[in-house]
């Protein structure tokens, strides 16, 4: 299972929004839970939305009220829609499709996001 991530680069205003897709060729995210990561430089990696395949739905404190995660209908995309961004979202953003009862455990690579004027 491949997952690319997509519509980070570029630079974003504070206050500004963006959205970012994680996309696989099949609908892992039927079966696996869905989660976005982000690792800023200098700092360790966070999680910062999970969507269960249940669709259970968990955000970190820091963008609780900004940030919507969420799924196709065919549960093959998973989207992070980030609103009212701060300086401290900057960040590289990582896509995680993931399963204790299968055991798997697959990533996207990352696509950065900058926030600055």
């Known amino acids: 299972v491949q997952l690319q991530a997509s519509g980070g680069g570029g630079l974003v205003q504070p206050g500004g929004s963006l959205r970012l897709s994680c996309a696989n060729s099949?609908?892992?995210?039927?079966?696996?839970?869905a989660a976005w990561y982000r690792q800023a430089p200098g700092k360790q990696r966070e999680l910062v939305a999970t969507?269960?395949?249940?669709?259970?739905?968990n955000y970190a404190d820091s963008v609780k009220g900004r940030f919507t995660i969420s799924t196709n209908n065919a549960k093959n995309t998973v989207y992070l829609q980030m609103n009212s961004l701060k300086p401290e979202d900057t960040a590289v953003y990582y896509c995680?499709?993931?399963?204790?009862?299968?055991?798997?455990?697959?990533w996207g690579k990352g696509t950065q996001v900058t926030v600055s004027s």
């Open positions: 969507k269960t395949s249940g669709d259970g739905i």
């Open positions: 995680n499709a993931n399963s204790r009862i299968l055991g798997v455990d697959y």
């Open positions: 099949e609908n892992i995210f039927r079966i696996a839970d």
